[in-house]
C-alpha cells in the first residue's frame, strides 16, 4: 500500500478584489441645483446649476440695483473650492469665492467695478 501526501493549498482574496473599480466623479457630490442669498453693502438672491465636471452657471440679481440679473458662472474644485464671476452685458462686475460641501456653500463676494463687497451663503436643493 502505498500513501500518497495530500498538499490543500487556499486562497484568500483580499476585500479590495471584490470591490469594484469604476471611477468616482469627485464633483458628484455637488452636482445639482444650488440657491442662496447675498448680503453686506448689497443684497439679493444667487442660484446656479453644478455639472459633473464642476462647472458652475446660474444668475445673481440684486434687491438694490433696480433689481437687474446678472449671469453668474464659474467652477467648482475636486475639494469644494468656489470661484465664479458674474456679468451683466459681458462685463465682468464682481465674483464670488468660497466653499461648497455635500448641502451647503458660503464664501465672499466683491464688486470692484461697484466698490462693494460682502458675504453669501447657499444651500443644495
Known sequence: MVIMPV????????????????????????????????????SGTWNATID????????????GNSSLTFQLSGTISENG?????????????????????TANASGTWESPVQDKKGTWTGIKK
Open 7 to 42: 498538499t490543500l493549498t487556499t486562497v484568500s482574496c483580499d476585500s479590495n478584489d471584490e470591490q469594484s473599480h469604476e471611477h468616482v466623479n469627485p464633483y458628484d457630490q455637488f452636482k445639482g441645483t444650488w440657491t442662496g442669498s447675498f448680503s453686506g453693502e448689497d
Open 52 to 63: 459633473k465636471d464642476g462647472k458652475a452657471a446660474g444668475t445673481i440679481s440684486s434687491n
Open 81 to 101: 473650492s468656489i470661484n465664479m464671476s458674474y456679468t451683466y452685458n459681458g462685463q465682468q462686475l464682481g465674483t464670488m469665492t468660497g466653499t461648497m460641501g
